[in-house]
């Protein structure tokens, strides 16, 4: 079982930057497939950015440029780091992993921590 916390959400200004951390507890944090994901009230889960075991790289066409996912395997840490943050960035944000990456939808993780609420305002 691997167990991810997520933490650094706040309430922000349009405009301003946030970084999230995600711990993990697994040993194993470097093979995983990891990835970021977004839900706003009435609104799917989507993804926002995706890092492979190989670091390679996902974003979603409206977060490249802006958003930037990396790890520290030492500290077992994802983080996401959000700049030029806009209202339509608010909401839940997810941390989850997967022993492979598949498309960066959903439902191809299998392990997710409880979500840190990011709230841009205009």
């Known amino acids: 079982q691997v167990q991810l916390v997520e933490s650094g959400g706040d309430s922000v200004q349009a405009g301003g930057s946030l970084r999230l951390s995600c711990w993990s507890s697994?040993?194993?944090?470097?093979?995983?497939?990891l990835g970021w994901f977004r839900q706003a009230p009435g609104k799917e889960r989507e993804g926002v950015a995706g890092l492979d075991s190989d670091d390679t790289t996902w974003y979603a066409d409206s977060e490249k440029g802006r958003f930037t996912i990396s790890k520290d395997n030492a500290k077992n840490t994802l983080y996401l780091q959000m700049n030029s943050l806009k209202p339509a960035d608010s909401g839940m944000y997810y941390c989850a992993a997967a022993p492979v990456c598949g498309s960066y939808d959903s439902n191809d993780f299998s392990y997710w921590g409880q979500g840190t609420q990011v709230t841009v305002s205009s």
């Open positions: 697994t040993d194993n944090f470097s093979t995983y497939c």
